[in-house]
């Protein structure tokens, strides 16, 4: 009679890792978001490209003064969208929530977009130098802290492993799944 006995395999020098499978039938959400993606990031690239005429449009066609009928209507609309994104945010930071950048991101947006629209629409003078002084001591230095909030909200969640193209490489190059 005749024993047979395996040998053990040697140590797999990579570390085991778990990898849940999917059916291969339909593409998985990785694909299906890729694909989205990128006609949406050429959408975002074209509108973005479409601006530069227009902007020119508008600074050769737009009168240099102007007079507005509901000029306090829109700055007061301004100032409430800014509270309202750091009453948000400031609401969300208290309960731990990470969906806190979402806010951040909105309000220090708004604080550089007012910042900017105060300096540029003071009239010279006293005024002018008023609005310097608030965009450089409270908005600015806000916006750049709700800016460094919402950017570390936004943490990497680990390595992402595109199955289907793994799976494609191991049957082009004959290897196992696990090594």
């Not at 694909?35 to 600074?59: E, K, Q």
């Not at 948000?88 to 977009?113: C, F, I, K, M, S």
């Amino acid at each position: 009679m005749v024993a047979v006995v395996a040998r053990p395999r040697p140590p797999s020098p990579r570390p085991a890792v778990a990898v849940r499978r999917r059916p291969r039938s339909a593409p998985g959400p990785v694909a299906r978001r890729t694909a989205g993606g990128r006609r949406l990031g050429w959408a975002f690239i074209g509108g973005a490209a479409a601006l530069v005429p227009w902007m020119w449009m508008l600074a050769a066609t737009m009168p240099p003064t102007t007079t507005v009928s509901n000029w306090s209507t829109a700055w007061l609309g301004l100032d409430a969208m800014e509270a309202a994104a750091l009453l948000g945010t400031g609401v969300l930071l208290l309960r731990r929530d990470p969906r806190h950048g979402l806010g951040a991101a909105a309000a220090g947006t708004l604080l550089a977009v007012d910042a900017w629209f105060d300096v540029m629409t003071a009239p010279p003078g006293g005024e002018r130098a008023m609005a310097i002084a608030l965009a450089a001591g409270v908005e600015l230095p806000l916006a750049a802290l709700c800016a460094t909030l919402a950017a570390r909200a936004f943490r990497p969640r680990g390595p992402v492993v595109d199955h289907e193209m793994k799976d494609r490489w191991q049957r082009l190059v004959g290897s196992t799944p696990d090594g």
